[in-house]
């Protein structure tokens, strides 16, 4: 049973910052894409970043180019996700996802997926 278990969400000013983290367990993700999405309230679940398998590539959505930062430890089987200079259009649930694939951006490339954790920026 492949569990990603989000952490780090929270209520943070503008221009303030947090560190999400993924936990994966149930089988190993070395070799596969992992990305984070978000969805606010009424809007598609949209990209955010992703990082391959060994972690040498990255790509994020114009957004938060320049802000977010994503990483992974394959030892510890973890995801995290930087977000720095935060607005208050980055409010949204966000979700860690493990694709089969080596890199992906695209969400239905993505297989396995958390329940998400909340962050709300307020202006």
């Known amino acids: 049973q492949v569990q990603l278990v989000e952490s780090g969400g929270g209520l943070v000013q503008a221009g303030g910052s947090l560190r999400l983290s993924c936990a994966a367990s149930?089988?190993?993700?070395?070799?596969?894409?992992m990305a984070w999405f978000r969805q606010a309230p009424g809007q598609e679940r949209e990209f955010v970043a992703a990082?391959?398998?060994?972690?040498?590539?990255?790509q994020y959505a114009d957004s938060v180019k320049g802000r977010f930062t994503i990483s992974r430890e394959n030892a510890k089987r973890t995801v995290s996700l930087q977000m720095n200079s935060l607005k208050p259009e980055d409010t949204a649930a966000y979700y860690c996802?493990?694709?089969?694939?080596?890199?992906?951006?695209?969400?239905?490339?993505?297989?396995?997926w958390g329940q998400g954790t909340q962050v709300t920026v307020s202006s």
């Open positions: 996802a493990a694709s089969k694939a080596f890199f992906s951006v695209s969400r239905d490339r993505y297989d396995y």
């Open positions: 990082i391959s398998g060994g972690g040498g590539t990255t």
């Open positions: 149930g089988r190993t993700f070395n070799n596969n894409a």
